[in-house]
């Protein structure tokens, strides 16, 4: 479920424009010139909650976030960089749910032909995610003429700090984090090439979550788990696209391209707090680790992106992706319907320093 904003936000900020013959996915500023961005994103997830044929509830989730990036070429082709993605507001809501009941003849819970419940509370959190930290380089790229590369191939890597929150906990004053906070590692290549004003590229992402202990406590106060162990989900993320260049002006340095891109994405089976993303479990359940099992995911995206002059660039993107269906917990046989969609965008502005 916490395929969260972050992971959008940093895209965005890396808003702009790329040099000439490399996409914006593959840009490296140029020895010992930097860059810093801001992007703005947000995400709404929706649809039905299903048991055998039953639909038994609707799930929202909804996240907007800022994210801050800084990136700093140390040499030629090789830059340095950090994102800090904060979210503003996180809030995962049911709008119609069924009551958890005992099933003793499946001796499991079973919220099938059961009764309405009201006036349940959404479920909101934010805050900083860790800082990611990495390095990125081009072994060989379209920017370095004198070689006559036919094409730009980027490497990187990242490493994620834990943050202090996470959604899946209440802190101290009752309120909870945002993300899944235990950090983690992030391996990416991609390619990039040129053709007329077309720039088509393929990029390939692994972002590896680290597991976490928490203390799970009802809003109550009572304890429901002492240091359950909790393990988020690794995703793998594959891109295909292709920038089209509609102006370029290498004399004010201003150019605007239309960026289509299409998208595969895998996450694995990760352990959650039971009750956490379901609107009703059995009470002896709650709290306890579930596993959710993996799932897949496809869609589509359209940015704008404009580089005013030499200095500054923004852009503008919107996305929607169609999620698989998949069980939400090992312990009830409820899944997510057929049904479910992702809406994201956002906008991002980037300062160049040349």
């Given at each position: 479920?916490?395929?969260?904003?972050p992971?959008?936000?940093?895209?965005?900020?890396?808003?702009?424009?790329?040099?000439?013959g490399?996409?914006?996915?593959?840009?490296?500023?140029?020895?010992?010139?930097?860059?810093?961005?801001?992007?703005?994103?947000?995400?709404h997830?929706?649809?039905?909650?299903?048991?055998?044929?039953?639909?038994?509830?609707?799930?929202?989730?909804?996240?907007?976030?800022?994210?801050?990036?800084?990136?700093?070429?140390?040499?030629?082709?090789?830059?340095?960089?950090?994102?800090?993605?904060?979210?503003?507001?996180?809030?995962?809501?049911?709008?119609?749910?069924?009551?958890?009941?005992?099933?003793?003849?499946?001796?499991s819970?079973?919220?099938?032909?059961?009764?309405a419940?009201?006036?349940?509370?959404?479920?909101?959190?934010?805050?900083?995610?860790?800082?990611?930290?990495?390095?990125?380089?081009?072994?060989?790229?379209?920017?370095?003429?004198?070689?006559?590369?036919?094409?730009?191939?980027?490497?990187?890597?990242?490493?994620?700090?834990?943050?202090r929150?996470?959604?899946?906990?209440?802190?101290?004053?009752?309120?909870?984090?945002a993300?899944?906070?235990?950090?983690?590692?992030?391996?990416?290549?991609?390619?990039?090439t040129?053709?007329?004003?077309?720039?088509?590229?393929?990029?390939?992402?692994?972002?590896?979550?680290?597991?976490?202990?928490?203390s799970?406590?009802?809003?109550?106060?009572?304890?429901?788990?002492?240091?359950?162990?909790?393990?988020?989900?690794?995703?793998?993320?594959?891109?295909?696209?292709?920038?089209?260049?509609?102006?370029?002006?290498?004399?004010?340095?201003?150019?605007?391209?239309?960026?289509?891109?299409?998208?595969?994405?895998?996450a694995?089976?990760?352990?959650v707090?039971?009750?956490?993303f379901?609107?009703?479990?059995?009470?002896?359940?709650?709290?306890?680790?579930?596993?959710?099992?993996?799932?897949?995911?496809?869609?589509?995206?359209?940015?704008?992106?404009?580089?005013?002059?030499?200095?500054?660039?923004?852009?503008?993107t919107?996305?929607?992706?169609?999620?698989?269906?998949?069980?939400?917990?090992h312990?009830?046989?409820?899944?997510?319907?057929?049904d479910?969609?992702?809406?994201?965008?956002?906008?991002?502005?980037?300062?160049?320093?040349?």
């Open positions: 479920m916490l395929r969260s904003l992971a959008l936000a940093l895209a965005l900020a890396a808003a702009g424009a790329a040099p000439a490399a996409a914006e996915i593959t840009e490296i500023p140029p020895f010992l010139r930097g860059d810093l961005a801001i992007g703005y994103g947000f995400q997830l929706g649809g039905s909650l299903v048991e055998g044929e039953e639909e038994v509830g609707q799930r929202t989730w909804d996240e907007h976030g800022l994210t801050y990036q800084g990136v700093f070429s140390a040499g030629p082709g090789v830059a340095l960089f950090f994102e800090l993605p904060q979210v503003l507001s996180s809030r995962l809501a049911f709008p119609a749910a069924q009551e958890m009941v005992y099933d003793p003849s499946s001796e819970g079973t919220m099938a032909g059961t009764e419940i009201e006036g349940l509370e959404a479920v909101k959190g934010s805050g900083a995610e860790g800082l990611w930290i990495g390095i990125k380089g081009t072994p060989f790229s379209q920017a370095f003429e004198k070689r006559g590369n036919r094409a730009t191939w980027l490497l990187e890597g990242a490493l994620q700090t834990r943050s929150g996470n959604f899946y906990e209440l802190d101290e004053e009752g309120a909870r984090g993300g899944v906070g235990g950090g983690g590692l992030r391996l990416g290549t991609a390619f990039s040129r053709h007329g004003i077309s720039e088509p590229y393929l990029a390939f992402r692994y972002t590896r979550t680290r597991d976490l202990t928490v799970l406590y009802s809003t109550d106060g009572t304890l429901l788990a002492a240091d359950a162990i909790l393990e988020p989900a690794d995703q793998v993320e594959v891109e295909a696209g292709t920038e089209l260049v509609v102006h370029d002006n290498a004399e004010s340095h201003s150019r605007f391209a239309f960026d289509l891109r299409g998208s595969f994405g895998y694995t089976w990760q352990t707090p039971s009750g956490l379901l609107p009703s479990v059995l009470e002896i359940n709650r709290g306890v680790p579930a596993t959710e099992s993996e799932y897949t995911w496809i869609g589509g995206s359209l940015a704008l992106r404009h580089q005013v002059f030499a200095y500054m660039a923004w852009n503008l919107f996305g929607l992706d169609y999620q698989a269906p998949h069980r939400v917990e312990l009830y046989a409820v899944r997510t319907g057929s479910t969609l992702e809406l994201y965008g956002g906008a991002g502005i980037k300062v160049m320093i040349r």
